[in-house]
């Protein structure tokens, strides 16, 4: 039996597929930059969702933390590398992506940023539903992941 959260992110996958046929009336890099923001919106989603019960702005609920929780483990685990085309990035694209360079040229450095997230989702993932204290453990590893890799590899605001 699917979740809803994985259901959400199957649907999602499918759209982007599909969406790719019209890619060449489109721009190059449109559908593989937007596959990636996409990524990005469920990740905050997700994420928003438990950091607002580990600041007691939401009431802790075992199963939508669960949810929460394993649908960071399946982005994080998921293989989007179509998503991040080479020349992709916010040099050649600008306005169009925040991607930096870097995030290609350091190629190995980003991987390992992302690895440090899919282990930091998987604690997250087996913690959230025992409770706030699991959420709250775990959040600031998965936050950190995050950081690391925005700062390194993402144009700022």
């Known amino acids: 039996m699917m979740t809803y959260g ?18 060449s009336a489109a721009g190059e890099f449109d559908n593989a930059i937007k596959a990636r923001k996409a990524v990005m919106s469920l990740y905050a989603w997700n994420l928003g969702q438990l950091a607002a019960m580990a600041k007691g702005e939401a009431d802790y609920n075992a199963d939508a933390a669960t949810t929460a929780a394993e649908n960071i483990r399946i982005l994080a685990s998921m293989n ?20 930096k360079v870097e995030a290609w040229t350091t190629y190995p450095e980003s991987a390992e940023i992302g690895k440090q997230l899919i282990v930091a989702a998987t604690a997250m993932s087996e913690a959230a539903g025992s409770g706030v204290e699991g959420v709250r453990s775990n959040i600031g590893a998965i ?15």
């Open 80 to 99: 989007n590398g179509s998503a991040w085309p080479q020349g992709s990035d916010s040099t050649a694209l600008p306005g169009q992506t925040r991607a």
């Open 6 to 23: 994985l259901k959400l992110i199957c649907s999602l996958g499918v759209a982007v597929a599909l969406g790719g046929s019209v890619a």
């Open 143 to 157: 936050g950190g992941s995050c950081k690391a890799c925005h700062e390194k590899f993402r144009e700022s605001d």
